[in-house]
């Protein structure tokens, strides 16, 4: 008989949500982390992106609600894993990379605050991780759409060095990078003061502080609450 893996000896399968602002590396430390535990990471900005993909493709305003909620309901966004990272589907066409470029970003900070269009999302998002067996990032996991999670981890970081990883994650400099910039003030802004589901800690989730932390001691200070909490279910 051959020995057990690391991803079968887990005696059950937990929800785990990891909230925090734009820039905070939520989205590499969640994939990394269902990597090692064997689940599915569940990217909600990106199924926000998608939307505002098609908002854009259809000429849709991005403040009109009505008409942004009748389009997510005439759409269909799956996360499909991979090895490489999760692909998003939208009605059956890859848009992984499309959902990445600037103008796509800014329109989803901008369809996101819309109660409607937020309600279908977490509607869509809970069904998606019902049976457990995820870790799934964005802004309002652990306080409206998991309010329930195993653990809850709110991942922040100075904003100057928000920005600068940004940067350096898109390798761009000069005014370009200053234009950047002012949008994450602008995204943490939205966020933090829309009227539905703004961007705070849930009560019960662990802050952590990235700002002078590597990427590998995030990673390992995560991964050792997830073994805790899965010891104590």
Known sequence: MSEP???TVLPRKLIIAIDGPAGA???TI???LA???GYVNLESGAMY???ALKAIEKDISFD???ALVKLAEQSHIKLEPTVGGNRTLL???DVSSRIRERDVTEAASRVSVHPGVRAWMVLHQRAMGAGGGIVMEGRDIGTKVFPDADLKIFLDADPVVREQRRMEQQKIKGEVAANLAEDLRERDRRDRTRATS???AAPDAVVIDSTKMSEDEVLERVEELARKALNLK
Do not use: F, I, Q, W
Request: net charge positive; charged share 40%; hydrophobic share 30%.
């Open 198 to 200: 703004p961007l705070v």
């Open 30 to 32: 969640a994939s990394r």
């Open 91 to 93: 009605d059956a066409h």
């Open 25 to 27: 590396g939520k989205s």
């Open 5 to 7: 893996s690391e991803t």
């Open 35 to 37: 990597r090692k535990l």
């Open 64 to 66: 009109d609600e009505p």
């Open 49 to 51: 992106r998608a939307l």
